[in-house]
């Protein structure tokens, strides 16, 4: 079983929306992302130096990281910041399964 | 790492600024007792007061911790109190927050769609009884200066003082506009430490201290005394952060900043990315921001980050009523900015990362 993933970083920015980054236990990786619920779109930028995803949940909040990498972002929405931490959790939970 | 958030805070440091930081941690306490450390450290303020006023013809330098700091002194602490205040379109909360909480009525000067101002609209809109104009020297969103040393001489024809904030522009642009109060901090383009700021203050301005305490004389009175800088310095003064600036000021910046603020901008242009704010024919510093179709701001500033090694800052870069101005306010934007120590490797490195960005964002979309 893999380890919790980690909340690194929580800060508010834009006037209310809320930063939270987490430490995966593994590389985030492009099949995990593709698995996730189908209400969001997914993008990567496959060609830049470094694959480059982002995830966009409209509303509810957009997670981005670079595939291969533990660390990723979420942007939580004005609507869901107070349950920020919560969701990004359970999503990267999701990720790591 | 190339950097590009200047307009936050210029780094490296500047030697001689670490080196002025470093005495300063050495002295005694200025202004307190008479002993030779006490007097070392008061003459190495006063030496620190010289040179910074060189920036501050004909002002009184008094020394905060930064420039919010020194803007809420000014705005909070200007007597007579204002009725009415007029705000710079593009101000920064450390200005406009300060402003605002006077509790007076306040009124936006007239701008064009850049949010530079237009004097004659706000000659011909001006509120009776404002007594207070509180303006950035130079927006630290879209780098474009406003005409300062013209709206002050309105305001002085029309009996109202003027509040400066020159934080993004000290060192670069002369300060000798005709404003009553000019603020900025240390750590900017002068290069000397953060926790460190400037309030110059003009002749026959009246400020009520917001900080009361001990001076190093008049120990016996309840007040503060009446004399500048003491009256707006109470408490142990930051001697590594003033020696620090006094260092700097001396040394100056050496850096052709219209060269620079065109170079950027050219740079950005050059990525097909859309730069906000500065159509207008004004003198403009390197701060140059821009959107991306397709991605925020925040995704951009991490992709520079994490993928190119390039920093930047997005968001709305303490000036909401700048995005407002420009439209951006629900997004914010991407904000790149240069210092005298940005190389040409560092525009390189910054014009292909843009570019890749630009080209694959383009691609994705």
């Known amino acids: ?97 | 790492m190339s950097y590009f958030d200047h307009a936050a805070t210029s780094l490296p440091r500047a030697p001689v600024a670490l080196e002025g930081a470093l005495r300063g941690a050495e002295l005694g306490n200025p202004g307190r007792g008479l002993h030779r450390l006490q007097r070392a450290a008061a003459d190495e303020v006063d030496r620190a007061r010289r040179a910074v006023g060189a920036l501050l013809p004909a002002m009184t330098v008094t020394f905060h911790a930064g420039a919010t700091a020194a803007l809420n002194q000014a705005i909070a602490g200007l007597r007579p109190r204002p009725r009415v205040v007029a705000l710079g379109p593009m101000l920064h909360n450390a200005a406009r927050r300060p402003a605002r909480a006077l509790g007076v009525p306040t009124w936006t000067l007239p701008h064009d769609a850049d949010g530079v101002i237009d004097l004659d609209r706000a000659r011909a809109e001006w509120v009776d009884d404002t007594g207070l104009v509180v303006v950035g020297h130079s927006s630290n969103v879209t780098g474009v200066g406003q005409p300062v040393e013209a709206l002050c001489a309105l305001a002085k024809a029309l009996g109202a003082r003027v509040v400066l904030d020159a934080a993004p522009t000290a060192g670069v642009w002369s300060l000798d506009l005709g404003a009553d109060l000019v603020a900025f901090s240390a750590h900017k383009h002068l290069r000397a430490l953060p926790g460190t700021g400037v309030l110059g203050v003009g002749p026959g301005v009246e400020l009520e201290p917001l900080v009361r305490g001990g001076v190093g004389f008049d120990a016996a009175a309840d007040e503060m005394p009446e004399v500048l800088p003491e009256r707006l310095e109470a408490g142990t003064p930051n001697l590594p952060g003033i020696l620090a600036l006094g260092a700097a000021a001396r040394v100056g910046v050496s850096w052709d900043v219209e060269a620079a603020s065109g170079a950027l901008e050219e740079v950005v242009h050059a990525a097909g990315l859309r730069v906000l704010g500065r159509s207008a024919d004004a003198p403009a510093l390197p701060v140059v921001s821009f959107t991306v179709a397709g991605q925020e701001p925040r995704a951009v500033e991490e992709m520079l980050d994490r993928v190119f090694d390039v920093t930047v800052r997005a968001g709305l870069h303490c000036a909401p009523s700048a995005h407002r101005v420009l439209g951006t306010e629900r997004t914010g934007t991407v904000r790149v900015s240069s210092g005298s120590t940005t190389t040409a490797g560092d525009l390189a490195e910054l014009a292909r990362a843009l570019g890749d960005l630009a080209r694959h964002a383009r691609a994705a979309s």
């Not at chain 1, 079983?1 to 430490?23: F, N």
């Not at chain 1, 779109?41 to 694959?51: A, I, Q, Y």
């Open chain 1, 1 to 97: 079983m893999s380890p919790d993933p980690e909340v690194v970083l929580m800060r508010d920015c834009l006037g209310g929306e809320r930063v939270v980054e987490i430490e995966l236990a593994d590389g985030l990786r492009r099949d995990a992302l593709e698995r996730l619920d189908g209400s969001g779109t997914l993008m990567v930028l496959d060609s830049l130096p470094k694959p480059f995803a982002r995830y966009d949940r409209p509303g509810f909040f957009l997670l981005t990281g670079i595939v291969g990498e533990r660390r990723v972002r979420f942007t939580m929405r004005l609507a869901h910041r107070d349950r920020a931490e919560e969701t990004a959790l359970a999503v990267a939970r999701e990720l790591a399964a």
